[in-house]
């Protein structure tokens, strides 16, 4: 098999040339768009129900790196065959194949809703062609958080399949489930250049460029639970856990059926996963705010260079070594972007997290005071969630005497009553406890929030008390850090 001669360069915004071509895969020919440059290629996967053109807005802005879109066999400008599957082997053969077609040994996967499942298992798979793993608003298995949208659901049911046929069947009705179904997701109807007219329409009625992908719909549909049962057994199994290879999680945050709970519990099933959650986007970041996705790809990928090895003299020997013991600890790190400057998010968060005043704690400490009086004096410095900052380095106003200007400002973040409990379950947790969040600014001005995971932090003292606190701690966190970023 070989690639088609035919092909045709378009022009993407900004000024950036890609090439459409058809290659060939075992059940039929795949469309794709290349933008030619850096390697390793970013290769982008669309979900259900749409197809490559959920990609429009992001894909000029990953340049220099060569990006690969392309639809799946069944939907958008790919061939319609009878003979194309949806489950994980398939569709892990049709991405091999293309791989293959375009000559890419090892590509970064960006996997979206449906394909995330896809681009997971082709990295156990195969980990030696996957440089980098990402997944934006995904499922991947029975996750408590999991949220089904209804028409999934409905389609996805047996037991409903001759409502669910009869409605798909009929025009009307088969418009109405998409129009209550858009409306859920907070989609644009009606703009014609809108993600729900350009990309979603089509897999449903068709347009002039391509047939309806009901044949798709249906078949990955009518597959789903047992594809969640596949996926539990992957978890089961310890695969991603033990897979080596980078992951990046990015969602919209305000998805309303893929949250950010979900978000963090699909962080969880990898080893050391970076999570991003993006303000004021949806089930489709990428198209909300592509250049905040753009810019966590390349973050991404920046870091899996990884730093420079530093060589060591010998050490001369010593006559006693400290005992010690190692125990491996996998900390999920939570970023927000903000929607407002550094300035005014730092403002924010202080409100939210207010600094404790250290004079009230050394003279609480001096006068050797009772644990009573503590437990009378403390509330009335915790903000709205229950925290404090016990200290807050502005590490900006130093670095930035360089010239050039810093924003950057971390918090060690508790609540002095509740530490007593958790350090008196494990003396150990004051490694923890406070834990760290830090305000940043990156390179282009945008503000961000960031802090690991409590809870996760917390994991690796083995207390299941501990372990409790540790998942309050993650839902009080969360919502002072949103109340800074939010409008």
Known sequence: MAIQTESNEVMT???????????????????????????????????????????????????????????????????????????????????????????????????HDASGPDAVAFAVDHPERVAHLVLLNTMFGHQPALQLPEMIRLLADPALTPLADAMINDEGQRLWLLQHTADQWGLDAVDPDSLAIQSILPQFFGDASQPDALTAIRTWTAGLFDALVRQDALIDSGALSRLEVPVSIIFGETDRYLTPSLAAEIAGLFREPSLHLVHNASHWPQWNKPETVAELIRKALTMDKGPTPVQHADLPARTAVPMHTDTEQHTLRITYQSSHDFETTRARLDEQIPLLDPLVALDLVLRDASWAEVESTVPAFLGPTGFVALAR??????????????????????????????????????????????????????????????????????????????????????QAVVAACSD
């Open 13 to 111: 915004e900004p000024d950036v040339f890609s090439v459409e071509r058809r290659v060939d895969t075992p059940h039929g020919r795949v469309f794709v768009r290349d933008m030619p440059g850096e390697d390793p290629p970013i290769v982008l996967m669309h979900g259900f129900p749409d197809d490559h053109r959920i990609y429009d807005k992001l894909l000029p802005l990953l340049s220099p790196r060569r990006a690969v879109v392309f639809d799946w066999l069944g939907y958008g400008w790919s061939d319609r065959s009878d003979a194309a599957g949806f489950s994980l082997d398939e569709h892990g053969s049709e991405l091999a194949a293309v791989l293959d077609q375009l000559g890419i040994s090892r590509a970064v996967l960006v996997g």
């Open 393 to 478: 380095l502005d590490q900006g106003a130093l670095l930035s005497l360089n010239g050039e200007p810093l924003g950057a400002t971390r918090y060690l973040v508790g609540n002095p009553i509740l530490a007593r409990r958790v350090l008196s379950a494990e003396p150990a947790a004051a490694l923890y406890a406070p834990f760290g969040v830090a305000v940043f600014a990156d390179h282009i001005g945008s503000a961000h929030v960031s802090y690991d995971q409590p809870s996760s932090l917390f994991a690796s003292l083995g207390s299941k008390e501990i372990d409790e606190i540790g998942r309050e701690l993650d839902d009080k966190i969360g």
